[in-house]
């Protein structure tokens, strides 16, 4: 008792002896960083069901898996290396946004190195990726991209939604009908009825993923009605329908084409090796530099802008009121994950409209659900390494197709909500501008022209005409 009361005198005496100002200078930086640990914590606890947030972890994988696949066997991509700082990625913007913000790869960088991998390597991915990260960066801490953000107006930007959200659906039907080469990047015959990989097992899982979670307003409904709104479960009495409304959809027929691949090649196993692969800087020449330029950042630049983060704010606004997140930000968040990671080997990565819409899908919520998905990636990467490749070779294409079909369906719906003719015409113009000419940039172009000559015609109409 005596030997504490002069220790709490002496800590007492010492707390006297602090100067005011240092004290004063102390309280805003504590203040600060209890407000960051509690933000990060907010933003990472389960809006929804625990079974509904790793349901839209989920709904990503559709796209991610068929590029990471075909990148690893076609240029030897750091299958292990992008696993991990993808993880990373997923936990951070987990953490920061609060949403299911997804990290998806960059399509048209990857689609150049899948076409032309004898020319266009690793060294060459790496450099178009840095590159890319590095201009959005600069949009980001500029302010230009917040400016880009504002003068864009609503149509094009859901022409951009639609266009990308029916490229991912027929590119999902191919998936299922046809027999995929990943490493050429090149469809097959017809994929046969029967079989682990057969016409007839993706088509009783898209029957199962409609019966559940029907066009997408039931779950978001049934996460409502379960949750008070002091975040505690209201207790009810569930029916058939209840039940079955609640099954996590997405992770049962993930599961499922994870059982399937093991199936189809029981030996997979052997081929195992335990440990993370070996991360090493990449070496990268002044030829790879301007090849990865040219050939990489000048055409995923545009799509990276428009789908990457002028869509993703919009439609994150949309599907989650008042988490309205800036466009630098999000420009920021892109740029310093390829600046980071680019230069170890990693995939180079972005944000993605389909991503977010396939995740909310299924029933991510919160930043947890991406979290989830991240530390998964990380416990992959780090116990199996580049050797899970033999896992994902033989994962059922049909299932995969399946996932992507119903992001791609999500995606395009957020356009549903133009009000007018004219703006409806400008969504289509852009939209079919987009497919068409397989570039979101062109039909960017054609949509705001679109938009701006359906402005100059009204302000003609709206003048006076002059007295005779």
């Not at 997804?102 to 990857?110: D, R, T």
């Not at 953000?149 to 590119?171: C, D, E, H, N, W």
């Not at 029967?194 to 029957?207: E, N, P, S, Y």
């Not at 081929?271 to 991360?279: N, W």
Request: glycine share 12%; proline share 4%; hydrophobic share 50%.
């Amino acid at each position: 008792m005596i030997t504490a009361a002069l220790q709490l005198q002496t800590m007492e005496s010492s707390v006297n002896q602090i100067p005011l100002q240092d004290i004063q200078a102390q309280a805003p930086r504590s203040r600060f960083l209890s407000n960051v640990v509690f933000k990060v914590r907010d933003n990472l606890v389960f809006r929804s069901k625990i079974w509904a947030e790793l349901n839209g972890a989920m709904g990503d994988l559709g796209t991610y898996i068929p590029i990471v696949l075909a990148l690893t066997l076609s240029v030897d991509l750091n299958l292990g290396t992008t696993l991990i700082f993808t993880g990373i990625y997923n936990i951070l913007t987990g953490a920061i946004y609060g949403v299911p913000m997804p990290v998806q790869p960059m399509k048209s960088i990857a689609a150049v190195a899948i076409s032309n991998s004898a020319e266009f390597g690793v060294p060459e991915i790496m450099a178009a990726g840095i590159c890319t990260g590095g201009i959005l960066l600069l949009l980001g801490v500029t302010g230009l991209m917040q400016l880009v953000y504002k003068l864009i107006p609503l149509p094009v930007v859901r022409g951009i939604q639609l266009s990308q959200g029916l490229s991912f659906a027929m590119t999902a039907v191919k998936y299922i009908r046809k027999v995929q080469d990943f490493s050429k990047s090149k469809s097959g015959g017809d994929r046969q009825w029967l079989g682990v990989d057969g016409l007839v097992l993706a088509i009783v899982c898209a029957c199962f993923v409609i019966v559940v979670n029907g066009a997408g307003e039931e779950g978001s409904e049934r996460d409502g009605d379960d949750i008070n709104l002091d975040g505690r479960e209201r207790p009810m009495r569930k029916g058939p329908r209840q039940i079955v409304a609640s099954l996590p959809s997405a992770f049962m027929v993930f599961l499922l084409g994870v059982i399937l691949a093991f199936i189809r090649r029981p030996g997979v196993v052997k081929g195992f090796k335990f440990g993370p692969s070996s991360i090493e800087v990449v070496k990268i020449s002044k030829h790879a530099w301007k090849q990865g330029f040219i050939k990489g950042t000048i055409p995923q630049l545009p799509l990276s802008v428009l789908n990457s983060v002028i869509a993703v704010c919009k439609l994150s606004s949309d599907l989650f009121p008042g988490k309205d997140f800036s466009a630098s930000s999000v420009s920021v968040s892109v740029g310093m994950m390829n600046i980071v990671g680019c230069w170890f080997g990693a995939m180079p990565c972005c944000h993605g409209a389909g991503g977010l819409a396939g995740q909310y899908k299924f029933g991510g919520r919160s930043g947890g659900c991406v979290a989830l998905l991240g530390a998964a990636k990380m416990l992959l990467g780090l116990v199996l390494g580049s050797s899970l490749v033999m896992v994902l070779k033989q994962f059922p294409v049909g299932v995969l197709g399946v996932l992507l079909l119903f992001a791609g369906i999500e995606l395009a719906l957020a356009s549903r909500d133009m009000n007018t003719k004219e703006e409806s015409f400008v969504m289509l113009v852009c939209a079919a501008v987009s497919l068409v000419g397989s570039s979101a940039s062109l039909g960017f172009v054609c949509g705001m022209i679109a938009h701006v000559l359906l402005h100059l015609r009204n302000w003609r109409k709206e003048q006076p005409c002059p007295a005779v």
